[in-house]
């Protein structure tokens, strides 16, 4: 082999192999992928993955009765539509005013699935909230898995081979290439053997099924499925989005970046997505519970911007100490906010919310309590 192309392939190989966590950008200050419960700051813990979603009953069954997330309430209670007369703290905050006539006729019920293992109190866990809303026009959100503005939800399980075994007995849709579980090399954060499949929730959203041994150190009860949650988000540019989402949420939101790209065969079976990408992560404050952002070197985006109330639609609550203090870092962003007055609503009597998107198209959601009461 000639001495240049011999040099050549040496720095290449030489920058293959560096390990997660070395030297990184500006931007992404920390040198190591951060792990365990990040203390609390302007945000106090993440609220929700919140999901439009097709259907309550059916989405129940797949969280709760087939992958173990928790329930809040009897898992046979009614569970009938509200509307802008009997529930409407949705309608109010959203208002869903995206290109619809008559967004107060809508109907809507919800249903709440704690996650084990995302909290350090089990009061406080980060949960699934999944949203019906009926009576107004939408369509299904169904980007590709390499779209910008598309996510994922991570859950680690304690047996994964018995977790899909039920999956598939109904039919549930197989991401992964040969629809079983891949061997990762590695994961950020993440230390031991760990085995991973995708499968799609009744709405077509991802669902990654994580299997870590020796398990990792959680909250979750002993008798738990689920061990603890992570969410992934696609992108379009690593720096433009952390730093948005940095902005908003605050300096206690901590980066690390991967030192190169990552092009390994297993995430290509894993996702059915082939190519390299680059990735960057940080954990929420106040929640053991880490946020991802991939970005493909070919991200093409193939579907718009999803509606609020489209099923297959999702968002992420960050539970902020004070919605009034993340308004500046708002108006800074030149984000706007889903609502009628272009600020903070009332939701319940102490309880105020808002709602932007990311420049992906992703929506982030802020909620205080107890910090003001409506007049």
Request: some cysteine; charged content about 20%; hydrophobic content about 40%.
């Amino acid at each position: 082999m000639p001495r240049a192309r011999r040099i050549l392939a040496i720095t290449l190989a030489f920058f293959a192999a560096i390990p997660f966590g070395a030297a990184q950008t500006p931007w992404a200050g920390l040198k190591e992928p951060p792990t365990g419960l990040i203390p609390a700051g302007d945000v106090l813990s993440c609220g929700h993955l919140g999901r439009q979603v097709g259907n309550v009953e059916l989405i129940l069954h797949f969280y709760h009765d087939l992958v173990g997330l928790k329930l809040l309430g009897p898992r046979e209670q009614p569970r009938p539509f509200g509307s802008k007369d009997t529930n409407p703290a949705l309608l109010e905050f959203a208002q869903l005013g995206q290109g619809v006539p008559n967004p107060m006729d809508a109907r809507n019920r919800a249903v709440l699935l704690p996650i084990p293992g995302t909290a350090a109190k089990s009061s406080n866990e980060m949960t699934v909230e999944a949203i019906e809303i009926k009576n107004i026009a939408s369509k299904p959100y169904q980007p590709s898995m390499k779209d910008p503005g598309s996510s994922r939800l991570v859950l680690m399980v304690r047996e994964l081979d018995k977790t899909l075994s039920d999956l598939k007995n109904e039919l549930v849709p197989v991401i992964t290439a040969g629809g079983n579980p891949v061997v990762l090399p590695s994961h950020p954060g993440i230390a031991g053997r760990i085995r991973a499949v995708l499968v799609r929730d009744p709405d077509a959203y991802p669902v990654e099924l994580m299997e870590i041994t020796p398990a990792p150190p959680s909250t979750a009860p002993a008798e738990s499925k689920v061990l603890g949650a992570r969410v992934v988000l696609v992108v379009e540019n690593l720096e433009t989005t952390c730093r948005w989402f940095q902005g908003l949420v605050g300096p206690d939101l901590q980066f690390w970046a991967s030192p190169s790209t990552i092009d390994d065969k297993a995430y290509q079976d894993l996702t059915g997505v082939s190519g390299p990408f680059e990735m960057a992560m940080a954990v929420i404050p106040g929640a053991p519970v880490a946020i991802e952002f991939i970005q493909y070197k070919n991200n093409t985006k193939s579907v718009g911007r999803p509606h609020f109330q489209d099923p297959g639609a999702a968002h992420l609550l960050f539970m902020a100490r004070d919605v009034d203090v993340i308004m500046p870092r708002i108006r800074a962003a030149k984000a706007q906010i889903l609502s009628k007055t272009d600020g903070p609503v009332f939701i319940g009597p102490v309880t105020r919310s808002l709602f932007v998107t990311d420049p992906d198209g992703f929506w982030a959601e802020f909620m205080d309590n107890n910090v003001k009461r409506r007049p």
